[in-house]
């Protein structure tokens, strides 16, 4: 495998952010789209409503909806370049396999556009939700991938990192569930929701997202108040994690420093949660929220590969 230092190594290094880039774009736009209630405004492709370059006249948020298929094309050709040039002359692993993955991922979600017209869909809801984070998090992989880790002692920490990254994965995935059900305005008090500190028996019927909407979910509703509550308690049991992790690997510059990004991170977009449901569900917080998520789940990779092993 060539040093990163190489000129290939930078050409794609500066793809692979490139890529993310887009990617984090994408997220921003797709989340403005779905929580303004915008994103049914164009049914066909590549026009919107057969025109290319305009929606429909007087329309809201015609712009954003030209500018997200825009982007996200934008980002489908970079991911494509990226698979290519990682494999060809020579693979370059372990960068040429995330790239697939990236490419991949941007098929299936590009294929999940067919359905994404209805919003009653929960699981197509969540899977755009959850695959757009994945854009940001595979390509940022790439990015990281091609330059030599630090790898930890025995010991070190990466047992407990791992577990912290679990509980961040699952605290993302319930925000997806609540997103997806289109249920976060259900839940409108801090620190419990609605007056219950923890979900009722039935409530965790609401993880599954194989099911289709009536419509968004009423303030109080039983299964949006279990997802809020287990997705504040994952976050805040994923932040004591991390800063346990900070701690044990305050010997390690990089990788210590990788942790204190997460926990900054997490510390930020769990403020950020809180202001949304302090503003009554902001649209700008809402999206800043979405944003933080990609963005968090993008330190944590950079974390496990610093104390990978």
């Not at 049914?40 to 409503?49: E, N, Q, S, T, V």
């Not at 791992?162 to 059900?181: E, F, N, P, S």
């Not at 968004?216 to 308690?233: E, I, M, S």
Request: with cysteine; proline share 6%.
């Amino acid at each position: 495998m060539p040093p990163f230092g190489s000129a290939r190594g930078r050409r794609l290094r500066a793809l692979a952010l490139l890529t993310c880039l887009l990617s984090l774009l994408v997220v921003a736009v797709s989340a403005t789209l779905r929580l303004s209630g915008a994103g049914l405004g164009c049914a066909d492709w590549p026009g919107c409503y057969g025109a290319i370059l305009a929606g429909v006249p007087h329309a809201p948020w015609e712009g954003a909806r030209l500018l997200h298929r825009i982007v996200a094309t934008l980002a489908l050709l970079a991911g494509i370049l990226l698979a290519w040039r990682c494999w060809r002359p020579q693979p370059l692993q372990p960068a040429a396999r995330y790239a697939t993955l990236l490419l991949a991922l941007m098929l299936m979600l590009s294929v999940l556009g067919v359905w994404s017209a209805d919003p009653r869909m929960a699981l197509v809801n969540f899977l755009n939700l959850v695959g757009g984070l994945g854009l940001v998090t595979f390509s940022w992989r790439v990015a990281i991938t091609a330059e030599p880790s630090q790898i930890l002692e025995r010991g070190g920490g990466g047992r407990l990192c791992r577990v912290a990254l679990a509980l961040l994965t699952l605290a993302v995935l319930l925000g997806a569930l609540v997103g997806a059900r289109y249920a976060a305005a259900a839940c409108g008090t801090l620190p419990d929701c609605q007056g219950a500190w923890w979900p009722a028996p039935h409530g965790f019927l609401a993880l599954n997202p194989f099911v289709t909407l009536a419509g968004p979910a009423a303030p109080g509703d039983v299964g949006a108040t279990a997802l809020h509550l287990l997705h504040r308690y994952a976050a805040a049991l994923a932040a004591l994690l991390f800063a346990i992790v900070a701690m044990r690997l305050r010997k390690v510059p990089r990788a210590r420093n990788a942790a204190l990004a997460v926990l900054t991170l997490l510390v930020l977009e769990s403020g950020i949660g809180v202001l949304t449901v302090m503003s009554g569900f902001s649209l700008w917080l809402g999206v800043a929220h979405n944003v933080g998520a990609a963005l968090l789940l993008a330190a944590a990779a950079s974390l496990m590969h610093s104390v990978r092993q």
